[in-house]
């Protein structure tokens, strides 16, 4: 039965090859003076830099500039944007990039006007925003996080070797963001089945919890058979832009909160995923795939039904003749193949992961409890041995 609920994203989309087109007249609706955050220099080489700045000049606007947010930002760096955010009394934050340039922008967008350390009160002991936010936009280049349409934002401290995610409130969420599926044809292979294995986890983090009957497990087998499909039309052509307006699109589904609601979800998958990238710095979707079948094969017996339909509307995993764990296997079976087919890292050591790091990795995993099982410490260890 669908819990009780209420369902608000205020982000404006524009979507499409044109969708670069709006932004313009979306910008006046903020005041002169715009923070531009971009990556570590794809935007320059691909000459989306250059647009965007044409269209802040057309539009009037004064431009202040970070750049080098990498993948996996830092609190480090969330300290130098909210200076500069702060010092020059920004009006609009446009984050140019993909889910690290947009997590970091929602993160300096809370943090500029907050008089403690944002570290300490918003990613350790996730307390509330109480000071002025500033508003955030985005143009996204990579696919996969669903942050330009979610009030999630993940933050790594590099000292403490911890990776934090916060979900903040509805006035965190992007005001704007502009899908343009062609400004990911230059993504490298590795981000672009990065990007498409995250958006398939963030499905599975929140179809594998609760036994009910619930619209939301049949939205998420749509979305799961639709990138599947356009996943392997993308591997054969990087360029099919049928293929990568359809992951864009599922992406943007798959984790701006629609499908959660009125249901319990997992992300333990997630958990172990950052921990692992604390340690590692690996491209986030490959730190997920790494774990996944270790994970789903531990907790199977506690989900069994679910893992069960799994299998057979999603992978098509005929039952005839089956028991309920032999389908549920294949299912998984299934899915693993298809991440082999996608070039994922199918275990820690691809990653650099070496056993002296387990008890550290371990200590970094949070342990949620809407999953079919809730894990221990002990548990947790041994996962992530068998991901070795
Ligand atoms: O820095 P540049 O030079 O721009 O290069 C980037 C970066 O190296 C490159 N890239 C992006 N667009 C490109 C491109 N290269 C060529 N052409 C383009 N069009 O791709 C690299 C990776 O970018 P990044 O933004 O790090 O990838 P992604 O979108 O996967 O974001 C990952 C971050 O988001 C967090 C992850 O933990 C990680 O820190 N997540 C955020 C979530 C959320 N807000 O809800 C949920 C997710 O589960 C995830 O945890
Ligand atoms: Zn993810």
């Known amino acids: 039965m669908l819990g009780n609920f209420t369902y608000y994203n205020p982000t404006k989309l524009f979507f499409g090859e044109n969708a670069l087109d709006s932004l313009g007249p979306e910008l006046d609706n903020y005041g002169k003076k715009v923070l531009l955050t971009y990556g570590g220099g794809s935007i320059k080489k691909t000459g989306l830099y250059d647009k965007i700045i044409a269209i802040l000049r057309e539009r009037g606007k004064e431009v202040v500039e970070v750049s080098g947010v990498m993948p996996n930002p830092t609190i480090e760096k969330v300290y130098e944007g ?23 922008s929602k993160a300096v967008s809370v943090s500029a006007w907050c008089d403690e ?16 936010v500033i508003p955030v936009g985005v143009v996204l280049t990579m696919v996969g996080t669903g942050s330009e349409m979610n009030s999630g934002s993940v933050i790594t ?22 899908l343009n599926p062609k400004l990911t044809f230059t993504l490298p292979k590795k981000q672009m089945v990065g990007g498409i294995y995250d958006i398939m986890s963030h499905i599975n983090e929140q179809y594998f919890s609760g036994t009910d009957d619930n619209t939301s497990d049949y939205i998420m087998e749509g979305l799961m058979h639709s990138l599947i499909n356009s ?28 499908v959660e609601k009125g249901k319990t ?13 604390a340690y590692t710095d690996e491209t986030h979707g490959h730190t997920l795939s790494a774990v996944t079948l270790p994970y789903y094969r531990y907790i199977l017996p506690y989900g069994l039904a679910k893992f069960k339909r799994f299998a057979e509307n999603v992978w098509g995993v005929d039952p005839a003749g089956k028991t309920d764990e ?20 199918m275990n820690l050591r691809e ?18 409890e809407g999953g079919y099982k809730v894990l221990n410490k002990d548990e947790v260890m041994e996962i992530l041995k068998r991901s070795m």
Request: aromatic share 10%; proline share 3%; charged share 25%.
């Open 82 to 104: 909210s200076r500069i955010a702060r010092e020059n009394d920004v009006d609009l934050i446009l984050a140019v990039g993909g889910g690290s340039v947009s997590d970091y």
């Open 265 to 277: 979800t997992d992300w333990m998958v997630h958990m172990f995923g950052q921990s692992v990238g």
């Open 326 to 345: 032999q389908v549920a296997e294949e299912g998984l079976q299934a899915m693993g193949s298809w991440m082999e087919e996608l070039g994922m890292a």
């Open 157 to 178: 401290h590099t000292e403490k070797k911890l990776k934090i995610g916060r979900v903040f409130d509805d006035d965190v969420i992007p005001k704007f963001a502009v």
């Open 351 to 368: 990653l650099g992961v070496t056993e002296d790091m387990l008890p550290g990795i371990a200590r970094g995993v949070y342990i949620l």
């Open 231 to 258: 996943s392997r039309a993308a591997l054969k052509n990087p360029e099919d832009y049928e293929a990568r307006s359809n992951i864009m699109w599922t992406a943007t589904w798959a984790l701006n909160s629609l």
């Open 117 to 132: 350390d944002p570290w300490e009160r918003f990613y350790w002991r996730m307390e509330a925003v109480e000071n002025r």
